[in-house]
């Protein structure tokens, strides 16, 4: 899922109660994905993982997949390598330049 394009709830009343539900909608499952899998996204992170031997720096993204079972771990992409979440052995967000 990309989780600065999701879907528009069309069903909410006034002008802008729509666009702010789907986002807050948004922001609630991007925030449950970070805490369920321990990663952090949206945001410039280093990211060590298993067998590898230099940290990765960039922003994380999930790979979405259609087709993919719902109990699945998600895929992880940074720096064009992609991962599980058992191949993190830490992510730190770094601070901004």
Request: charged share 35%.
């Amino acid at each position: 899922m990309n989780f600065d394009q999701g879907q528009f709830n069309f069903d909410a009343k006034g002008t802008e109660d729509g666009y702010r539900r789907w986002r807050e909608e948004l922001d609630a499952k991007k925030s449950a994905l970070e805490s369920r899998w321990g990663v952090i996204l949206s945001r410039r992170v280093r990211v060590s993982l298993i067998d590898h031997a230099k940290p990765l720096v960039g922003i994380l993204e999930l790979r979405s997949d259609l087709g993919k079972k719902p109990t699945d771990p998600p895929i992880f992409r940074l720096r064009g390598l992609e991962f599980t979440p058992s191949e993190i052995e830490s992510i730190v967000q770094e601070e901004p330049d």
